[in-house]
C-alpha cells in the first residue's frame, strides 16, 4: 500500500461539487479581488475564532509581517519566539528589522513559558507564540507574562485553526494572530491565502489600508503599504471549506487518537497533548533517535514521511548573521534531529492508518 504523507487532493475530493460550484461562481461574478466573498469570509473567520475582526492577507507570512509591523516593532527591538518553528515565524521578525530572540520547547513542542521571562530586555518588544503542530501553547502563563512586563503578543496560527486553550480559541489571546490558509494547513485554500484576527478595531482598521498600497480611499495613500490582498477565488473557496472544520478537525483527531492507542514502539516516542487543551494535529509528529533507519525503513513500505523541520531557524544559513552556533538550543535541536510526521489528512482510510500503525510497530 503506498500512502503519501499528505493527500491534499483527498480535501479537494470531499467536497468536490460545492467547490467546483464556487469557482465558476467566482470565475463568473466579473470581481476578483477583494470582494464580498473576502468580506463574507473575513465576518464569518472571525466568528469560527471568537475573535471580533478578520483582515484577509495574501499569506501566512505577510499576515507575520503586517503583524510585527502595525505593533509598532523594528529595528533595534527584540521578539521573543521559539526556536523550532517553521522559518516563516521568523522572518516575520526580520523582514521588519527586528531581531529574534530564541527560546527553548517545552515537552508539547510549544514555547516553555518557564524559560521566557529570563530573556526579556529593555528590547523585547513582543513574544510570538507558534502554536506548532496543531498544540496549543501555555496560554495562562504566557499571557500573565506578557501584561506583567507589557509585552505584545502575537500568536502565529498557521497550524493551529480550531485548536483551544481552556475552550478559547487559538488567535484570540494576544494582540493579534496569524493565519495561512496555504493548501497543506488544516484550513486551505487553493492557493496562497492568509489572515490576521484582532480583538483591536483600530488594528483591523490600519490592517485593511497597509495591505492595499496603504490606501484606504483609492489613489489616496495615507501611509507606505504594501499588496498582501486575498484574492475572490480563494476567499470564496475557504468560504466553502469553513463551514466543514469541524468535521475536518474531528477526523483528524480521531486519526490522533488510533495512533496513540495502536502504536506500540519502544523506540519511539508520540506526541503528548498539553491538559485543557485541544489538539487539531496539523501534523503528528513523533520523535526517534533512529530516525534516518526508521525513514528507510518506512519508505521500504511505501510509507512517505517527512521532517518539520530539520534544521533549526538559528542554525538556518538565512539567519547565521545572528551569529548562533550548534550546541545553542540543545533541545530544539534535538528535535531537528528526531522528529519524524507520519501521515495525516483528510480522508486518510482505516485501512491506510492501520497500515502505519502495523510497520511503525514491526519497526526492530
Ligand atoms: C505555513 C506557515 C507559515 C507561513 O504561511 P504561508 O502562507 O506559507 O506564508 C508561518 N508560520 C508557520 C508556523 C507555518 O506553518
Not at 66 to 82: N, R
Amino acid at each position: 500500500m503506498k500512502i503519501m504523507p499528505n493527500r491534499m487532493d483527498y480535501g479537494f475530493l470531499k467536497y468536490q461539487q460545492e467547490f467546483e460550484a464556487k469557482a465558476l461562481e467566482v470565475l463568473r461574478s466579473g470581481w476578483y479581488v477583494l470582494g464580498k466573498e473576502v468580506e463574507t469570509f473575513e465576518e464569518r473567520f472571525a466568528a469560527y475564532t471568537g475573535g471580533k475582526y478578520c483582515v484577509g492577507l495574501a499569506n501566512g507570512l505577510e499576515a507575520l509581517q503586517i503583524a510585527v509591523h502595525l505593533l509598532g516593532i523594528g529595528a533595534g527591538d527584540e521578539v521573543i519566539v521559539q526556536g523550532n518553528t517553521y522559518i516563516a515565524s521568523v522572518m516575520g521578525i526580520t523582514m521588519n528589522g527586528a531581531t529574534p530572540v530564541f527560546v527553548e520547547p517545552d515537552a508539547y513542542y510549544q514555547i516553555d513559558a518557564d524559560k521566557i521571562e529570563a530573556c526579556i530586555t529593555e528590547r523585547t518588544k513582543a513574544v510570538m507564540v507558534v502554536h506548532l503542530y496543531g498544540h496549543v501553547a501555555d496560554m495562562d502563563r504566557i499571557t500573565a507574562i506578557c501584561k506583567k512586563h507589557h509585552l505584545k503578543l502575537i500568536e502565529d496560527c498557521a497550524q493551529s485553526h480550531g485548536a483551544t486553550y481552556k475552550g478559547k480559541m487559538t488567535g484570540t489571546f494576544g494582540d493579534i494572530g496569524c493565519f495561512s490558509f496555504y493548501p497543506s494547513k488544516n484550513l486551505g485554500a487553493f492557493g496562497d491565502a492568509g489572515a490576521i484576527v484582532t480583538n483591536d478595531e483600530e488594528l483591523a482598521k490600519e490592517a485593511k489600508i497597509y495591505r492595499n498600497y496603504g490606501s484606504e480611499k483609492r489613489y489616496y495613500n495615507k501611509v507606505v503599504g504594501m499588496n498582501s490582498r486575498l484574492d475572490e477565488l480563494q476567499a470564496g473557496l475557504l468560504n466553502v471549506r469553513l463551514p466543514h472544520m469541524d468535521e475536518i478537525t474531528k477526523e483528524r483527531q480521531e486519526i490522533a487518537r488510533r495512533y496513540r492507542e495502536n502504536i506500540r514502539q519502544e523506540l519511539i516516542t508520540l506526541p503528548a497533548e498539553r491538559e485543557d487543551t485541544e489538539t487539531v494535529w496539523h501534523q503528528y509528529v513523533i520523535r526517534c533517535e533512529r530516525r534516518q533507519e526508521l525513514i528507510d525503513y518506512l519508505s521500504q513500505k511505501e510509507i512517505g514521511t517527512i521532517i518539520h523541520y530539520p534544521i533549526p531557524p538559528h542554525l538556518s544559513e538565512a539567519y547565521a548573521y545572528l551569529g548562533h552556533k550548534k550546541g545553542d538550543f540543545p533541545i530544539t535541536e534535538n528535535y531537528a534531529d528526531t522528529v519524524l510526521s507520519i501521515p495525516m489528512y483528510t480522508g486518510m482510510t482505516r485501512q491506510e492508518q492501520d497500515y502505519v500503525i502495523e510497520a511503525l510497530n514491526e519497526f526492530a
